[in-house]
């Protein structure tokens, strides 16, 4: 090409300029595909060590959170309720009686049937 003089050296830049295209369209596909195979790969590890992906442990997170506020606000509402007859009582709390349960009162004023 150097040989011809000007005429091969305005011609260069489209001999070279094909061929880089071409390869980088080749090197394009080329990692898509090396891309692709590895996302499949790593996939299927995931299914075969039964691991838990990244946004799964961020919604267990969530729910945990969530679970542990509505409990302490149970506890809360629970240890205040107890607090209350506490101070008022000196006793603990007890829990309610069954309803349907009443004791039966012996009269004891004497007239006899």
């Known amino acids: 090409m150097l040989t011809s003089g000007e005429a091969g050296l305005s011609q260069m830049p489209d001999q070279v300029d094909k061929p880089a295209r071409e390869l980088v369209a080749a090197s394009t596909a080329n990692r898509r595909e090396i891309e692709e ?9 995931f299914g075969v060590l039964d691991l838990a992906r990244a946004e799964e442990v961020d919604r267990l997170r969530s729910r945990v959170a969530e679970l542990e506020a509505r409990l302490a606000t ?22 309610p009686r069954a309803r349907g349960t009443t004791k039966t009162v012996k009269s004891t004023s004497g007239g006899g049937a």
């Open 74 to 95: 149970v506890e809360a509402t629970s240890d205040a309720g107890s607090d209350t007859v506490r101070e008022s009582t000196g006793k603990a709390a007890r829990a």
């Open 37 to 45: 195979i590895i996302k499949a790969e790593v996939s299927r590890l």
